[in-house]
C-alpha cells in the first residue's frame, strides 16, 4: 500500500496567515497538497510565489467553487474573510455575507464533501464590551461593531456542524496576528504593519486615542504552527478556543520595542480613537494549551524583528 496522500484545503490560502500557513503545512510530512481558495479580493498571488500551493481561484460564496477545490480533501482551514472593524462599521453587509454566509457556505461544502475536518478563524473582537480579563471562551460575548457580529457567526455556524451534523469542527478565535506578508499601505492594514510601513516611510506613526489601550499580539508562525498541529492530528472541540498567549502590551509599549527593533524612535501622532475598537485584549489560553501543550509562541521583539527585516525586502522600503 502507498503512503496516504493528505490534501488541505486553505480558504483565503492566498492571503496573510493563509500563505503562511500553506507553508507550514507542506513543510509536514504528513501532507502532501494544499490548495489555496482565494478571489484575491485583499490576497496576493505573489504570497504564493515559488511555495507549492496551488491557487484555485474562487469565492467562498460559490458552492461549485467549494466543491471543485475540496474534491478530495482531508480538511479545510476557513481563514477567507472581509477583515477590518473600520471597513465593517462602513459596509456591514460585505462583512456579513464574505463572514457569516462566506463560513456558512464552507460548512456545507465539508458536508458534501465527506464530512471533512473544518477549522475555523474567530475573533478576540466578539468579546467586545466585556471588559474582564483575561479574556476566557466561557465568559459572556458581547460584540460592538458589525465585524465582531459576523466572527461570532463564524465560530456559532461551525460549533453548530459540531452539534448538529457530527461534523468535526474546531473555532479558534485569532487575536492580534501579525509577521511577514502582511501588507500595509492600505486603510484597514493592521496596527504593526501600519506601525512597521510609516516608520520606515518616515512619516508619524498614527494611533487612535492615548496609546495605552493593549493588545495580545500573536505572531503568525506560532498561529500557523498551531493550525497546522490541529490539521494533522484532527483536533475538535465544540467550544471555542483562543489561539493567543496572555500577553498584553499596550500600543505606546509597542512604540517602545519598534524603536528598538529600528534603532531610532518613530515620530508618533495622537488622532481620536475608532468607533468599535476594543480597548483591552488578553486571552486565557488554558483550554488551548490543553490541546496543544507542546506550543512555543514567538517572543514580541523576535517576531517584530522577523516583520521589519521582511518589509526591508521590499522594492517600496529599499533605499
Not at 22 to 50: K, Y
Not at 97 to 105: I, Q, R, S, Y
Not at 260 to 286: K, N, Y
Request: glycine content about 8%; overall charge negative; aromatic content about 6%.
Amino acid at each position: 500500500m502507498g503512503e496516504p496522500h493528505v490534501k488541505v484545503v486553505v480558504t483565503g490560502g492566498a492571503g496573510f496567515i493563509g500563505s503562511n500557513l500553506g507553508r507550514e503545512l507542506l513543510a509536514r510530512p504528513d501532507v502532501d497538497e494544499v490548495v489555496a481558495l482565494d478571489n484575491l479580493s485583499t490576497g496576493h498571488c505573489a504570497n504564493l510565489d515559488g511555495t507549492g500551493i496551488r491557487l484555485h481561484e474562487g469565492t467562498i460564496l460559490d458552492p461549485a467553487a467549494l466543491d471543485e477545490a475540496c474534491e478530495g480533501a482531508d480538511a479545510i482551514v476557513h481563514l477567507a474573510a472581509l477583515p477590518s472593524v473600520p471597513r465593517s462599521v462602513i459596509d456591514p453587509v460585505a462583512s456579513h455575507h464574505a463572514n457569516a454566509t462566506g463560513t456558512l457556505e464552507v460548512l456545507q461544502a465539508a458536508r458534501r464533501a465527506g464530512n471533512l475536518h473544518v477549522v475555523v478563524a474567530s475573533s478576540s473582537s466578539v468579546y467586545g464590551a466585556n471588559r474582564e480579563l483575561p479574556k476566557r471562551e466561557a465568559m459572556r460575548t458581547a460584540p460592538i461593531s458589525p465585524y465582531a457580529v459576523s466572527k461570532q457567526a463564524t465560530e456559532a455556524y461551525a460549533m453548530s456542524f459540531g452539534h448538529t451534523y457530527g461534523l468535526p469542527t474546531l473555532a479558534f478565535r485569532f487575536f492580534n496576528v501579525y509577521g511577514p506578508l502582511q501588507a500595509a499601505g492600505h486603510a484597514y492594514a493592521a496596527v504593526i504593519p501600519n506601525f512597521v510601513d510609516a516608520a520606515l516611510r518616515g512619516v508619524p506613526l498614527t494611533i487612535h486615542g492615548d496609546g495605552e489601550q493593549t493588545r495580545d499580539f500573536t505572531n503568525v508562525g506560532t498561529v500557523t504552527r498551531v493550525l497546522a498541529d490541529a490539521v494533522t492530528r484532527t483536533v475538535t472541540d465544540l467550544d471555542p478556543v483562543n489561539l493567543a498567549f496572555g500577553t498584553r502590551t499596550s500600543l505606546n509599549a509597542l512604540v517602545a520595542e519598534l524603536a528598538d527593533t529600528l534603532g531610532f524612535m518613530p515620530e508618533v501622532e495622537h488622532v481620536d480613537p475608532r468607533a468599535g475598537d476594543v480597548r483591552d485584549s488578553q486571552a486565557d489560553s488554558t483550554r488551548l494549551r490543553h490541546h496543544f501543550p507542546d506550543v512555543e509562541p514567538v517572543p514580541l521583539h523576535v517576531g517584530l524583528r522577523q516583520t521589519v527585516d521582511w518589509f526591508r525586502t521590499l522594492p517600496d522600503y529599499q533605499a
